[in-house]
Structures are given as C-alpha cells and as structure tokens.
C-alpha cells in the first residue's frame, strides 16, 4: 500500500484505486462488460452515428420495403431508405433526450430528497406534500395535452418535460434513505465535529448513496426512453423528428408490420434498439452497489 | 456450583464426543478453515463452556452440533458423535431435521430477536409442534407454560404475547424454552447473555444452571465472556483461530491458565477488587478467517513465549490429568527438571513470571502491532 | 469543567393511539467533571445513563435543568452560540462500525475537521496530514498503514482508536464514552480502555464513561467517580474505590453482586443482593424507586422520596434510607 505523501497524492492515489476497483468490480462478471459494451456502443452511435450518413439519407425507388440483405442489413422503408441508417440517425434525439431525462430526475429527485430528509420538520412536510401532489398528476395524458400545444422539435424540451415528471418517485426514495442514514453514528460524529452542512451532505451522505443514485439514473434512462418511443409510436407528436417511435408507428400503421412480413425488419430494427439498450442498462445496473462500496470493490 | 457435575435424574444426558472436527469456508482465496481439527468431549450431564473471540470459530463449532453449518461452509472432516444418534456429520434430510429439536436444543445468538414478530409465541409453539409431528399439543402447551412458569414467568401470559411484548431477558427465557420443550436433553446456548444487562444475566446464568441439573441435559454454552463461563460451566474449552487451545475443569483452568492465550485473556479482564495496574491488554488482535496462520501456533503473533518450534508445527494437544493443552512453550515447561507433574506447579509458576516479564515489554508495542 | 444542575428528560412516544406513553429517563440529575476527570455513570439499560450522555454531548435536548461549561450556562446561549461550546465536548459511539463512513477512508475521515480547523486557526493546508499522522500515533496506530484505508479493512479495536483520533481532532476538553469497549473483542477492550487513561494523562482530556461494567470503570484511573443511576436518578455517587469495595445502596449492591465470578481466581462476596422483582420501567413513582424491588424496603422507602447525600458518614453519597455496607463483591483467591 502506498504511504500518503499529501493531501494531493492520496487524492490522486484514491481515483487510481477507484479506477482499478471499477475494472475489477465489472471484469468480475463477463456479463458486465458486455453491458458496458452495449451502452458504449449506443453512446457512440448517438454521437458519432449520425455524422457518417449524408443530411437526407439516400432513397432506392426501386427497393420499397426490401428485404435484410448486405447492403441493408434490416431491409428498406417504405421509401427505399436503409432502415439501420435510419436507427443510427434517429437515435440521437432518443438518446440525448433519455439522457437529459435522467439527468433532471436524478438532480431534481436527489435535491429535494435530500433537503427534506437532512431537514425535517416544516421543510420536509411542504416538499413531500409537493411530491405527493406531483406524483399523482398522470403523466401521459399531461403529454397528449401538451403535445398538442408544444411540438417537441428539440431533444433537450422533450427531456426537460419527461424529467419534471419523473422526479417524484426519486425524491421520495432518497428521503427515505436520507432519514435513515442520519441516524448513522457517522452523521452524528460529524455534527459534532461542527462540520458544515455542505459537506455532511455532500461528502457523508451522497456518497453512501451512491449506488442507489446511479441506478436510478440509468433506470431513468429507460424509462425515458419508453416514454418517447411510446409517445411517437401512438402519433401523438409530429413526425418531423426522424426518431425509433416514428419509424415504429409508420412500420405498423403505414407497412402493416403486424400483418404482411414485408416491413417486419422495419418494425425490428428500432424495436432491437430499445431492447438492446435495455438489456445494456440492466447489466451494468448489476454492478453499481458494487463499484460504489469500497468493501465489496475491493472484496 | 460448578464443581460437582450434577447427577441425571434419569441418565438420559446424551454424551457428545467431537473429533478432529474441521470446517471450512469457500472464499475467492480458497476454503478457509474456520474450525480446525477440534477434538473436545462433552460429558453427560455436564456443561461445557466455549470461550473465544470474535473468528475463533466458537459459533462455528456450536453450529456442527446440529450439521448446520450453512454454505459457503461444509464440515470437512471429523466427526460428532452424540449418544442415541450417532454421527451427526452423516445425517440428512428429514432424519437430520428431526434430530435438530428433539435430541438437540439450540438456543440462537440474539435470541431475543429471533421470534417471528407477527406470531404470538403460543402460536409459534405449536408451528413447532405440527412441524416435529406432535400428537398431543395440548400436552405440548402445558409443557411449555410449566417450563416458562419454572423461569419465573407467567406462562400464560407469555404465551399470548408478541415478541415486542417482552423484554429482553423474557424473550432469552422463551428461547430456552424452545430448546427444551421438544424434551431434548442436549442443549447448545449461543452467547446466551449478549446484549443482557448484569443483573438479567445473572437471572439468565441462574436459571440455565437449574434447569440443567432438574431436567438431567448435556449443556453447551458459547460466548466471548469468560465470566459467564465461570458462572455456569463445569468444564471450559478456549478457543484461538478455529482451534481449542485449552480445556479442562473450569476452576482448575482459571486458577492456573497454562495456555498463554488463556492466561492473556483472562489478564486482560479488569476485575472489581484487586490491583487494577495487574490488568494487561494482550498484544496484537485476534486473526480473522483470512489471516489465520496455515502452519504452526495459531496464537504465535501474539505470544510471549513464542518459539521456533510454533513457527511450524501445530502444537499437540497434551493432557496434564483432566486438563489439555497445546502450546509448544507449555508442553516443554512440563517436560523441565523440576516438574513433578501436572499437579504440582513450581514448573509452571517459573513459566508464568517469565510470561509477566515479557508480558510488560510487549504492551507498549501492543497497540501497534494490532495493526499488523 | 462540566456540569450538570437538575437535568430532566421526558421521552413522549408519539402516534399511540391511546394517548401517548410517557418514559421518564432522567429525573433531576446533578453532575460535575472537573478537567481532566473521569466521571462513569453506570446502570441497567434504560435507567437514564445514554440520554444522558447524548445530552451533555449537545446531541440531545433536555426538558429542565442547567448544563454549564466552563461556568457559562448553556441556556443562556442561543443554538448557534451554543455549538462551539459543545464542539469540546466530543461522543465516542458504541459501535465503531456505524461510526465511520464507510465509503470515505481514515484520512479523509480525519481531514474534513482537521480541514476546518486549520481555517479556524489560520494554519497552512500541510499542518492537516501532519496533524492526522500526529493523533493516529498518539492513539497507538500506525498512520502510514491506516491513513490510506477503509473501515472495513480495520478491526474493530483499530476502528475505536480512529474514531478517538477523530474526535481528538478538535481539540477537545472531554469524551464521552457511551459503552466504548462493549462491541470489541474481549483481547482488545483493555487496550481502548488504557488509552482513555493515557489521554487524561497526556492530554488532560476528561473522560464521562458510560457502562454498565463497573470493574471497566475502575481502570480509567484510581481518582475517577462513579454515579450510579437507577430509572432517571442517581442513587450513589462517590469515589470508584468506595464504591465498589464498600456499596451501601440495594441497587448499586445488586449491580455489583450480578458481576460473573471468576471461580478459581476469585471468592464469592460474603453476602449478595438479589432483586425482588424484575426491572419495571412503568413501576409506581412514589417514595424510592428501586424499593419495590429491594429486600431491604420498609414503608418509609415507598411513601418518602430519599435525597442524595452524605448520611452515615460513609465516604461516598447515597440516596437510601437504610444505607449499610455489605460485602458483595468478589475478592482474589489466596493462591495455593
């Protein structure tokens, strides 16, 4: 074990370790790796995917609906428009829209929870009085609503909307988590200590929570993404985007996916994507109370 | 007291005789024995007292009794033999499970919540009942209030309360009662007094030696406070690093402790009268399943008479009249000029003043060697 | 010096559906640590000796009566001028696992209030790591070996040390000890408990021990005083020597004559008190609280409530009616 030389290099030599530990932690299970695999590969294609293809991607008039072949390797719409490019370009908005989502919920959640949980009393009544409020409007009707009112053209509105709906549920569970961790001799000791609230919770607190956090974060991701390729599929918001939900609803009720096979491949492809990301998140989530405590990281 | 093992009334006290018993857990680093070949004999009718600390594999060894050792541990080798049963080690199944409660008591560490919080404990006693296939549970309540009833408790009472009903001292008495109610005449007490106040547990203390000796059981009882053994047991085994390193007669072995672990520890108790400055701490810490050495002393670390040969043979266990112990200093202050034998102790007073002079030096490095 | 005039705490379980249920767990208790003094409150579970404890750490409320530091009475602060007060006053935990962050290692632990009082003080950012290797070793650990590790890769006697360093790290005037030694390993305990002596020595650093194993007590040094408390009150307080080798209350004679006898090493005490009843915290308030379970109970004890002090010329102060020395208490064994 190295000594610590000052504040500095024990700083650097803890992310080191922590690096080290993650490695461990997801090399403990192949499956893991996979996960991040997945999700490394989906991240990819939201950033660099939709540069490799031109701004309209090419039609073949005389390739409506084609079968998977090299060339397509899930077929063609209904234009003749390679359906892979048409995932890889459409998963930009999907992503980035998931990832502003969780990102909301997580902060927003974690926020409120956390201040009503370390706080008590009044503050704790008024937010979660708030909470329960929120958590009980239906979320997809408030979205038929406002679809029909806001068009969603950008990823970061349709984030922005989908994550002050889902906070709720978050912000409930880190309360819980927040009460019963203050209790802890260790929050105790560092009230004591006289140290500050700010660091009590952002540096005792947060961190015992981590694993929790994370996984939500990376539910929230799928939840997101549910929720938009579900809106686009019922038609609900226009069809400007080109976006999984899109290609999911002109498959089924332009191709008739669920009754002809010729657009089957059309409907398979952004159903694959979500499955896939899915999967991906799932896997990784299993390594998360792993990697964020430091006893079963190191083992 | 504990001198006289009490007599069976009707000679029903099962004998058990544990040998070179040894178990092991499965870790990422390989098995791990948490027991090692653990010789020890509880006498019909007697009670047997297991001190240790935390990882010397006591609760480990008291769980063998009954072959329920969970997995990651399997018992690798040896053997317990209790009387009208055979071979524990060599049950299964449904024979197993019958032997557990009817022949063996087990009264479980932190009894006190180990009682179904929604269930009153009346209920809970006839589960008990039904799944060992009673006929008469009528019988079995009745037996159940007059054992509560002999504890001090008003049985009806109890058995119609929920477990946050009762105070910690009830509930421990409810866990006895378990144990006994199935008429098994080996009981295991596991640290029967943790988390107890003095004064309940030398209610407890009292009534685990009563009963003992009215209902004629073979009576096992585990804990870290060597007091408590005092207090009921009538022979003592210590255990160090999954082995037993000292055994005999309780008062011999606290009168003159000839293991140096034993002698360390029970130095390192402060006592209410007396010259508190005699009070030692023991150097080093106790070695957890990971840091047990392989060969060799178990307790070398942390030993003042330490020597070549406990780097690498594993002490015998050698008998001095009813007592045994396994320490290589031990045995070779027996075998010295002036021992008459195991009765006379100028040999080994020579040997414990030695311990105390080398004792003193070690304390002021002990805080700092705990940590190696 | 601390002290404590007249504390009272009322606990009020909240959300029983038939009127809340009041616990009375302390019942006007009078103390007083002096610097560098070790003061141990002993008793059953429940009779108060926690509560206690949290409240002179400042981690508790108390309903009446007066705490003052150093002369300045607390109730005369308000809460924000209160808490430099009570920084002095450090809790050492029973458990030294929950004690600790699990996800943050001993140096961390022990910057973050190195940190803030370094700003307090105006001392450079490098006095921190060298103040943190300076109180490891003064609690006997080795900081190159601990500094950089996690709790969990500590024993819990090595844990316990941490959590005294971290309380060091303030500086402070006393530690309170609620059941310090109770959780570690039998091996271990006195080690903890020499250390507390040590830093009353070195440090002038007072100690209020809170157990209910008196012989512990007693190791914290031949000058400490001991309270013992039953359901709320003190009923004997006095030197720790007195106390135990010459008990006059019932209750502190039951205590002592609960303690495990070594057989072998030790004689039994000649006489040995024994309860009546069991422990009732919900027992009648009249009179002397212990005298439905005392032996000794006369009608005087049930109808006239005893007070606190010095009758009978024994050298600590009882609150009994009929204080008498019994010899409960377990001697040496002439060794043959």
């Keep these: 074990m190295t000594a610590p030389t000052g504040a500095g290099g024990t700083r650097t030599a803890l992310r080191r370790n922590f690096r080290r530990g993650v490695w461990r932690v997801l090399r403990r299970k192949p499956s893991r790796l996979l996960g991040v695999l997945i999700l490394a590969g989906f991240a990819f294609m939201g950033t660099v995917g939709p540069l490799l293809y031109p701004e309209r991607l090419p039609r073949d008039d005389d390739a409506l609906y084609a079968p998977p072949s090299w060339e397509h390797p899930f077929g063609t719409d209904f234009e003749g428009t390679d359906v892979l490019a048409l995932v890889v370009t459409g998963s930009r908005y999907v992503l980035l829209t998931a990832l502003v989502t969780a990102v909301i919920t997580v902060v927003l959640g974690t926020a409120i929870g956390l201040f009503a949980g370390f706080r008590r009393g009044r503050w704790d009544t008024v937010l979660m009085r708030i909470t329960d409020m929120k958590l009980t409007i239906p979320g997809l009707p408030l979205l038929l609503v406002l679809s029909t009112v806001w068009k969603f053209e950008s990823a970061l509105e349709m984030g922005l909307v989908l994550g002050l709906l889902g906070w709720g549920g978050v912000a409930r569970a880190v309360r819980a988590q927040t009460l019963s961790l203050r209790e802890r001799g260790f929050i105790e000791a560092a009230r004591g200590l006289g140290l500050s609230t700010g660091h009590i919770v952002g540096r005792e607190l947060l961190p015992s929570m981590a694993p929790f956090i994370a996984m939500n974060m990376l539910i929230a991701v799928t939840g997101a993404v549910y929720a938009q390729v579900g809106l686009f599929f019922l038609g609900v918001l226009p069809f400007e985007a080109s976006n999984w939900g899109v290609m999911l609803n002109l498959s089924v009720f332009g191709g008739g996916a669920l009754t002809s096979t010729a657009a089957l491949p059309y409907m398979m492809a952004p159903l694959l994507a979500v499955l896939l990301l899915t999967l991906g998140i799932v896997l990784v989530v299993d390594a998360m109370d792993e990697i964020f405590n430091p006893r079963l990281r190191e083992e | 007291m504990p001198e006289t093992p009490p007599a069976t009334p009707d000679g029903r006290a099962p004998g058990v005789r544990i040998s070179g018993l040894s178990v092991v857990y499965r870790t990422p680093a390989g098995e791990l024995p948490a027991v090692s070949g653990v010789d020890l004999e509880l006498p019909p009718g007697t009670i047997t007292g297991v001190v240790g600390e935390s990882g010397s594999g006591k609760s480990t060894l008291a769980l063998s009794l009954l072959n329920a050792v969970q997995p990651p541990g399997r018992i690798s080798a040896g053997s317990v033999e209790i009387d009208g049963l055979g071979d524990v080690v060599a049950l299964r199944g449904e024979e197993l499970r019958r032997a557990r409660g009817r022949h063996v008591g087990y009264v479980f560490q932190a009894a006190q919540n180990s009682l179904n919080p929604l269930k009153t404990v009346g209920k809970q006693l006839l589960d008990l009942g039904r799944s060992h296939g009673v006929r008469d549970l009528r019988a079995l309540v009745r037996e159940a209030r007059e054992l509560l009833g002999r504890m001090g408790l008003d049985g009806a009472r109890v058995l119609d309360s929920c477990q946050h009903e009762l105070s910690g001292g009830m509930r421990q008495r409810v866990g006895i009662m378990f144990a006994l109610v199935l008429n098994a005449h080996l009981v295991v007490l596991d640290e029967p007094t943790t988390a107890l106040d003095m004064i309940t547990q030398a209610t407890i203390l009292r009534i685990v030696r009563e009963v003992h000796a009215e209902r004629g059981l073979t009576t096992l009882v585990i804990t870290h406070d060597l007091g408590v053994v005092a207090e009921v047991a009538d022979r003592l085994a210590v255990m160090y690093g999954g082995r037993v390193v000292e055994q005999g007669p309780t008062r011999d072995v606290l009168a003159d402790p000839r293991h140096p672990y034993t002698r360390g520890l029970l130095r390192a108790v402060p006592r209410l009268t007396g010259d508190i400055g005699e009070a030692r701490a023991l150097p080093g810490r106790p070695p957890t399943l990971g840091t047990i050495p392989a060969d060799g002393c178990v307790f070398r670390e942390r030993c003042p008479l330490r020597m070549d040969a406990c780097e690498t043979g594993r002490p015998p266990a050698v008998a001095y009249g009813a007592r045994s112990v396994s320490c290589h200093a031990a045995a070779e202050n027996r075998a010295g000029p002036e021992d008459g034998g195991p009765g006379t102790a100028a040999g080994d007073r020579d040997g414990e003043d030695g311990a105390e002079a080398r004792g003193g030096e070690e304390v002021a490095a002990g805080a700092r060697e705990e940590q190696a | ?336």
Aim: charged content about 20%.
């Design chain 3, 1 to 336: 010096m601390i002290t404590g005039q007249g504390i009272t705490k009322t606990f009020r379980q909240r959300g029983a559906v038939l009127g809340g249920r009041e616990v009375r767990a302390l019942r006007g208790v009078d103390f007083a640590v002096g610097k560098g003094g070790a003061v141990s409150f002993i008793g059953e579970s429940g009779c108060g000796k926690t509560t206690l404890g949290r409240i002179v750490a400042g981690l508790e409320s108390h309903d009446s009566g007066e705490i003052a530091i150093d002369g300045v009475p607390m109730s005369s602060l308000r809460p924000r001028a209160r808490r430099p007060y009570f920084r002095r006053i450090q809790l050492i935990h029973q458990d030294p696992y929950s004690a600790l962050n699990p996800t943050r290692t001993i140096h961390q632990a022990l910057a973050a209030p190195l940190a803030l009082r370094a700003r307090q003080t105006g001392r450079p950012g490098s006095w921190i790591d060298e103040r943190a290797g300076e109180l490891l070793g003064l609690v006997g650990l080795d900081p190159g070996y601990v500094l950089p590790r996690y709790p969990h890769q500590l024993s819990g006697g090595m844990r316990q040390r941490v959590v005294i360093a971290r309380a060091l790290t303030v500086d402070p005037e006393m530690l309170v000890a609620d059941e310090a030694v109770s959780m570690i390993d039998v091996s271990l305990r006195l080690g903890i408990l020499a250390l507390l002596r040590d830093l009353r020595e070195r440090l002038g650093v007072s100690v209020l021990f809170i157990t209910h194993d008196v012989a512990t007590a007693r190791y914290l040094g031949d000058d400490g005083e001991l309270y013992v408390i039953y359901r709320g009150r003190v009923v004997e307080r006095g030197p720790v020597e007195a106390v135990v080798s010459g008990p006059v209350h019932p209750y502190t004679q039951s205590l002592l004559s609960a303690i495990p006898v070594l057989h072998g090493l030790e004689e039994p005490g000649a006489q040995r008190v024994v309860p009546t009843e069991p422990l009732d915290e919900g027992g009648p308030d009249a009179g002397c609280l212990f005298a439905r379970r005392c032996p000794f109970a006369t009608g005087r004890c049930t109808a006239e409530v005893p007070v606190l002090g010095a009758a009978g010329g024994f050298p600590q102060e009882h609150a009994c009616f009929h204080p008498e020395r019994r010899s409960v208490v377990a001697a040496p064994a002439g060794r043959a």
